[in-house]
T-cell receptor
Framework: QKEVEQNSGPLSVPEGAIASLNCTYS??????FFWYRQYSGKSPELIMS????GDKEDGRFTAQLNKASQYVSLLIRDSQPSDSATYLC????????????FGPGTRLSVLP | NAGVTQTPKFRILKIGQSMTLQCTQD?????MYWYRQDPGMGLKLIYY???????DKGEVPNGYNVSRSTTEDFPLRLELAAPSQTSVYFC????????????FGQGTRLTVV
């Protein structure tokens, strides 16, 4: 059974700071990883995807993947109050990727 | 482009009643999923489908049934509703879950009393 773990938080950072969100997974065969943002009362929306070791940057967001250590992280630079949400890490369930398993999510609060 | 559409948005059921949550997508995705999300928790997979006529159980299928007669529609049936089924239900679809994102509907908030 594949597991995805996250620190549930809440993680509080001041506006303008870097927020660091972490996710660990149990299946060494996992090949793709997704970060979703979920505002309270809303549905999840994709923020980043990453498939290779290293960093992937998209605007203020950077995803980092380390397959040897089985963790993936999301950095948010220049955090804004509008970034306050729950961030979900998702990993395809098996090598054929027929569905996703989600971590419990980390609640981020950016303080003005 | 509507994406993934779920109905209803809210529903209150009495214990023992049944209902169907509707889900439709217009992106021609083969893969569709039903998740439930309890307060402060992540998403738990109920059922999924890899194409019309093909469905399979996820992590928490008990008390639910699904069908997939067309590519577009993936309804979720609750039989004999129980308080433990109080949750927010999300339908999602994807082209290929291994390499592309899942698109989510707006969710159905269900309360069983």
């Amino acid at each position: 059974q594949k597991e995805v773990e996250q620190n549930s938080g809440p993680l509080s950072v001041p506006e303008g700071a870097i927020a660091s969100l972490n996710c660990t997974y149990s299946d060494r065969g996992s090949q793709s990883f997704f970060w979703y943002r979920q505002y309270s009362g809303k549905s999840p929306e994709l923020i980043m995807s990453i498939y290779s070791n290293g960093d992937k940057e998209d605007g203020r967001f950077t995803a980092q993947l380390n397959k040897a250590s089985q963790y993936v992280s999301l950095l948010i630079r220049d955090s804004q109050p509008s970034d306050s949400a729950t961030y979900l890490c998702a990993v395809p369930r098996d090598n054929y990727g027929q569905n996703f398993v989600f971590g419990p999510g980390t609640r981020l609060s950016v303080l003005p | 482009n509507a994406g993934v559409t779920q109905t209803p948005k809210f529903r209150i059921l009495k214990i023992g009643q049944s209902m169907t949550l509707q889900c439709t997508q217009d992106m021609n995705h083969n893969y569709m999923y039903w998740y439930r999300q309890d307060p402060g928790m992540g998403l738990k997979l109920i059922y999924y489908s890899v194409g019309a006529g093909i469905t399979d159980k996820g992590e928490v299928p008990n008390g639910y049934n699904v069908s997939r007669s067309t590519t577009e529609d993936f309804p979720l049936r609750l039989e004999l509703a129980a308080p433990s089924q109080t949750s927010v239900y999300f339908c999602a679809s994807s082209y290929s879950p291994h390499s592309t994102e899942a698109f989510f509907g707006q969710g159905t908030r269900l309360t069983v009393v």
